[in-house]
């Protein structure tokens, strides 16, 4: 798409504050770039590793609600009040959207001078089916839109998944969008508002911070015709091939302080050869590798846009993923049920994942499923909803040329809600303590700033995870973790980040600590059972089985 903005001011001085551009996407596995090992093309998030910062020990919150809710406020998620998704269990850890005594990067930063602007998806506040959206109540208490929570400007889905040639619901700021051209495709399209934005804030002479928030790679597989076809042919080799192929190839990047054993292929991903409808299998990895693809030419496009107004060098930019590689199989009676089966022309979408249906246009819904999911962790085991490194672990690129000049790769473990202390930090702003009457919490995470500096530094706090009962604690090289209702298992990370060794009854002292400081964490972060909430959710949900959710 062409950019008809012009003419472009020069380059700012370094000495004004920053610029922050954070870019989010969404269920993108550790191994799906190719600075991290992967056959997909992004040639511009790995332009922007290799003359930055790439952090390859950056941790999500395994799902999408969570990280996003811990992204934007500086807080762990059930403090920000999203201890699970979208619907209201009833406390405030759970009550599915962002909590009044958080303050998200927007109304920090509004609060600072700064041009807050939003493009993509939202899906911190509350629950909604898209199938129900005349009953929606987007904008009450309890369904906060962006503008509500100190952006200046908004453009995308409040929900958690849309259709990306025919979204079901979307805003411009407070007004609904009902029409889309013909050639509409979500993930060209936020990257086109974005950048719009961009230029309203250069014209009002404001510093911005804008979050880019897209639904790429989020099933379902929809893909330009295009982008497809430069994967036609790639993965007819299995996932087996695929995942042994980027293993290799990160370990001759010496991505790691260690070149860990690659975790074996997952249990429930059956061998390539003992799979029927190859060529279909293969279609879908296909759609995927297109939708990464096609996400990574939109950052290309933002990108050469700061540069022609004059805003690249001095502008901060974050990537990273809310999650790791889903597993999720989109059967028609699932999860799709309750999405729209119709265009708004009448053409009907055929739901679900049928191997007589290829995948990617505008009348499918499907996802990859599990043995691919497996391929995008790589090498680390399990999938977003859980909290071993396969559903936790994203690369985070940070890139600023007028501060970051060493590139460098950085192995120091960090997490999501560090990244509001960093903005902070890079924009010599203060958080807030107050906002609307509420007095609101301390920030959780520690900034950033002096490892993407290149200086040694280490997290000073343990890091934690509750996702579903999923439970883990890291400090410093060491990792306790636990699926719901199985043992704790205790993992060196620095000798075996795949998780393959386990520790557990081999250091009792250490083992015990850890768990009394996860418990002594669960309890003041309003952490409850997930056999206490699991009855609650699927009241809420109208659903017995839950698993699989959007987000």
Known sequence: ?????????????????????????????????????????????????RNGTLLTAMYNCARCCPTRASLLTGLYPHNAGVGHMGANLGTPAYQGFLRNDSATIAEVLRAQGYRTLMSGKWHVAGDFMAREVDSWRVGDIDHPT???????????????????????????????????????????????????????????????????????????????EDDIARYDGAYGQGWDAVRTARHQ??????????????????????????????????????????????????????????????????????????NGGCAEFMAEDGWAKFFPDQLDDGRRIEMGNRPDIRPGGPLTYQSYDLPWANVSNAPFRLFKHWVHEGGISTPLVAHWPARLKAPQVAQAPAHVVDILPT????????????????????????????????????????????????CAIRQGQFKLVRTHGSE???????????????????????EAGLKNQY?????????????????????????????GGEG
Not at 154 to 161: A, K, N, S
Not at 502 to 510: E, F, T
Not at 521 to 547: C, F, S, Y
């Open 249 to 322: 190839e990160m370990n001759g990047l010496g991505l790691f302080q260690t070149n860990w054993q690659i975790s074996p292929r997952d249990p429930s991903a059956p061998p390539w050869e003992a799979i029927e409808h190859k060529d279909w299998q293969a279609s879908k990895m296909a759609t995927y590798a297109a939708m990464v693809d096609r996400m990574d030419q939109s950052i290309g496009r933002l990108v050469a846009a700061l540069k022609q107004r004059g805003q690249y060098d001095n502008t901060l930019i974050l990537f990273l993923s809310d």
């Open 519 to 547: 418990a002594d964490w669960a309890t003041k972060t309003g952490v409850e059972a997930w056999d206490q909430i699991l009855p609650r959710l699927q009241k809420a949900w109208n659903m017995e089985n839950i698993h």
């Open 423 to 470: 903005i902070l930090e890079a924009c010599g702003a203060k958080p807030l303590t107050e906002l609307g009457g509420h007095e609101i919490q301390p920030l959780q995470g520690e900034s950033l700033m002096p490892l993407l500096s290149g200086k040694d530094w280490q997290r000073e706090q343990p890091i934690f995870w509750e996702h579903e009962g999923n």
């Open 1 to 49: 798409m062409t950019d008809p903005i012009q003419p472009h001011p020069p380059e700012r001085p370094n000495t004004e504050r920053p610029n922050v551009v954070l870019i989010l996407v969404d269920d993108m596995g550790f191994a799906d770039l190719g600075i991290t090992g992967s056959e997909i093309r992004t040639p511009n998030i790995d332009a922007l590793a």
């Open 146 to 224: 962006p503008r509500q929570r100190g952006f200046d400007r908004f453009y995308g889905i409040v929900d958690g998944v849309t259709h990306f040639f025919a979204p079901h619901f979307m805003l411009e700021d407070d007004s609904r969008v009902e029409v889309f051209p013909n050639d509409f495709y979500f993930t060209d399209a936020i990257t086109d508002k974005a950048i719009g934005m961009i230029d309203e804030s250069v014209g009002m002479n404001q510093p911005f911070f804008l979050y880019l928030a897209h639904a790429a790679p989020h099933w379902p597989l929809h893909a330009r």
């Open 488 to 510: 704790w298992e205790l993992y060196d990370m620095e000798a075996d980040r795949t998780e393959l060794n386990n520790l557990a009854d081999r250091n009792a002292p250490l």
